[in-house]
Structures are given as structure tokens and as C-alpha cells.
């Protein structure tokens, strides 16, 4: 019975063995990175993704499925729960450092980045978020502060690194105050990039009809839009933005290493709003399948996606053993974008009465909610009323709006803010196999480093003997 049970757990490894994909299996040295960061996006936020896609086209397997080769720890050095620029200087540098801390250590020191490391290396280097391009993920791989709010101070440290491709929002920590920017220290970025030779383009039309490199390219103010907003916009998908980078960046002979985060899993993550995140993960993996597309064809590019941390501590099934997934098809707009839609009625002298009839109707074509409860629209009267008694914003009625479809989809959250959950790691191509298991963010930067041969140790010197000077 013993060598029986045995021969059954051997031959069930050889069978599970054999049911992985060969491509998933490879091992040596790439060429290439191509480094994707889901910000905020947790397990359970794939999940609904993958059911959402059984549900619509009868496909129940994500892109990324078959790569899922290990889990994160993401906390920082000084608390349990993350936040990104902790976690993206984890992955940036293979150190642990303090919430708010970006590209240094947890003393304050700077440290050497990936990005600064592939382009001592002579590798052409592309960053991109659909977050301001100085928020706090793309600024771990770029910048060096111990305040990762100090986006103007990123601004023009980006733009000295040598980065061949910066595109994403955040355009106002680049121009000066008198151009509608933040900077108060007179000294435009943009034109400071114009004469170290970059082009620049601010539209999805500009970007795709005659970029070339050097690129910087700022589509929005500062966040860029949820894509469930984007077509309110001129501005490009996360795809459009990986699809120039990665032609320009590949080029050439030289390798190249590009750094991609998605900003809007973590913003509807914080706001609770689960088709907004929907959306978000499926335009991930549609870059995910053009990352992929370029490896396998390619053969020396390394593919890693993963995230920073966790937000929202989504839940699926929270009423019991069903979950709706189609409540979430109609949904149109995000309720951010909703409720900022109904501040500027507030601003622009409307009146509560118009508001609540606006509200009515909206909510069923917007949301495909009908029929909500009497309490429900109680609520939100008062809200409205209270808007305009004290000049508050509508926040609050978004808020009721997620909840209900929540409650609806049978989807519940723990927080509005980050969770402790570890994270998922997807890997394809050589050096893949390095990334298997659970490991800490730390390991994940300094294995990395080590697969693609970039030496973080020699620019830490650089960095801290310029310091010194």
C-alpha cells in the first residue's frame, strides 16, 4: 500500500508537470526586462477578473494564469501594511525602507535603482504609470526622497537620469506655477527636457502618430483617468503607452529594461469600487498578453508582473455561496468621476432639486441600478442637501453608490486604505524559474538585479559619494 501510494503522488507530479506550459519552464539569462506593477491589486481582484471573463465570453482563464509562479510579502521596515513607495523601492533597489520613503534607504540614504543600474549597463530604460510619472512607484525607480510627495523635486531628477521613455501623467509637478503647474521654483521641466533633446507629446493622438526617443509624455494633470473613464478623454490606454515604449525601446541593439505600473487598481481599490477595478485588471492584462506576445517571440526578454500591495481587502461571495458578476456589466463610469460630475453642479450654481432628479436619472443608466430602496434614496437626498448647505463635495453619495453595488454582486471590503495580503508574481521567460514560491519584495528587487547582471551596490557608491562631495 505504501510504494502504491507513493507511485500515485509521483506519477500526479509527473502529470502536473506535464500540464505546465513548456515556455513557463525556462531558465538562464535574458537580455530584456519587462517589469509590469499592478498598484493596489490584491489575489481576489484577479479572481473577480477571471469569473467576470467566464461570465462574458466563457473563457474562465486570465492571460496571466498560467504564469503564476509565487507570492509577495510587501510590508515596509517601520509598520505591517505597505504603502507604494516602501514596496516599489523594494522592487527598485532590494531594500527595506520606511512608508513615504522613495529610492532610499530606511535611514534616509539614497540607494541605487534598477533603472539607474540598467542605464550604467547601456541598456535603453522606458518608465511608465498611469499615475503621475513622479507618483510614488515610478519615483522609487527614478528618485531618491524620503517624502514621496516631493513630485517636483522627482520631476527634475527623471529627467537627468537618462531615461529614454518617461510617459504617464502628473504634468502639473513639471510646469512652473504661472503655466498652471505646481512648481514654484520658476524652472519648467518640460522646456529643461526640450533642451536635453527629448520630444514630447500630451495627447494619445501625439503619442501614436511620431514619437521617438528620447520621449517624455504627460497626458493629464495628475492621475491619469480609471479606463473605465478614459474615453471622457484624449488621453492614451495603458496599452497604447507599452505599445510605443516597447517598439522604440526594442529597437535598438542595445538591451532594455522597461518599468510599467498601473495606477488604477489602487484608486478604485481605495474608493471601493469594484467595476472601476474591474476594468483596470483587464486592461493589465491586455498589456500582460503584449508583454508576452514580445517575449515569446523574442526569446531574451524576462517578464515579471506583480504588485506593490494590496487595497481594498476585496471579498468575493460576501452574501452567501453566489456571487453576481453581471451586476457589474452595464456599469459606465466610475463613481469618482460620477461624483465629480455632481460637484460641479454644486460649483457652477446648481440646486438640489435638478441634482436629486440628475441623480434618478443617472443612476439607472449609468450603474444599471433600478429600483433602490426608499432608505437609499433618503440618503442620498440628504447628502445632496447637505452638499449644498455647506459646500461639501459628493463624495459621500459615491460611496452608497459602490455599497450597493457591492451588495448586489455579492462583493464585500475590508478597508478603504491597503491590506497586509501578500501578492501574486507572474514570471515567463529565462531567469523565470528564479521567482518561484513566497518570498519578500526585497528578494524579488535583488534577485532582479542578479538575473539581469545590474550591480545596485556600485551606483548606491556613486550616489553616496556624490552626496559626500
Known sequence: MKNKFAATIALSFV????????????????????LLISDGCGPTSFTMAREYGRLVTGDGELVLDPYLIGTVRTYPSDTRLADSAASASAYACGV????????????????????EAAERAGFRTGLISTSGITDATPAAFSAHNMDRYAQTETAAEQIRQGIEVLLGGGRSFFQTVEDGGTR?????QIEAALDLGYAFVSNRDELLGDARLPLLGLFARDHMALEIDRDETDQ???????????????????????????????????????????????SYEETFRMALDFARQDGETLLVATSDHDT??????????????????????????????????????????????????????????SDLPAELWREIDAHVDRAFAGGRTMGAIADLINEEISRR????????????????????????????????????GRRLAE???LDLDAVTSELRASAAE
Open 15 to 34: 502529470l502536473l508537470a506535464s500540464c505546465a506550459p513548456a515556455d513557463h519552464e525556462q531558465d538562464g539569462m535574458p537580455q530584456n526586462l519587462i
Open 96 to 115: 527595506k525602507t520606511k512608508k513615504g520613503y522613495v529610492g532610499v534607504d530606511s535611514t534616509g540614504t539614497p540607494v541605487g535603482t534598477l533603472l
Open 184 to 188: 514654484e521654483d520658476g524652472a519648467d
Open 236 to 282: 492614451p490606454s495603458l496599452s497604447d503607452m507599452f505599445g510605443v515604449a516597447l517598439e522604440l525601446l526594442s529597437a535598438g541593439e542595445e538591451p532594455f529594461m522597461l518599468v510599467v505600473e498601473t495606477e488604477g487598481t489602487d484608486d478604485a481599490g481605495h474608493d471601493n469600487d469594484a467595476a472601476a477595478n474591474l476594468r483596470e485588471i483587464l
Open 312 to 369: 481594498g481587502g476585496l471579498a468575493i461571495g460576501t452574501g452567501g455561496y453566489e456571487w453576481s458578476p453581471e451586476v457589474l456589466t452595464p456599469i459606465q463610469v466610475s463613481t469618482s468621476r460620477f461624483a465629480s460630475h455632481l460637484s460641479r453642479q454644486l460649483m457652477e450654481g446648481g440646486n438640489p432639486d435638478d441634482t436629486k432628479a440628475f441623480i434618478r436619472t443617472e443612476v439607472e443608466s449609468l450603474f444599471g441600478l
Open 409 to 444: 454582486a455579492g462583493l464585500g471590503w475590508s478597508t478603504s486604505g491597503h491590506t497586509g495580503v501578500d501578492v501574486n508574481l507572474y514570471a515567463f521567460g529565462p531567469g523565470a524559474l528564479r521567482f518561484r514560491g513566497n518570498q519578500d519584495n526585497t528578494v524579488v
Open 451 to 453: 538575473t539581469m547582471r
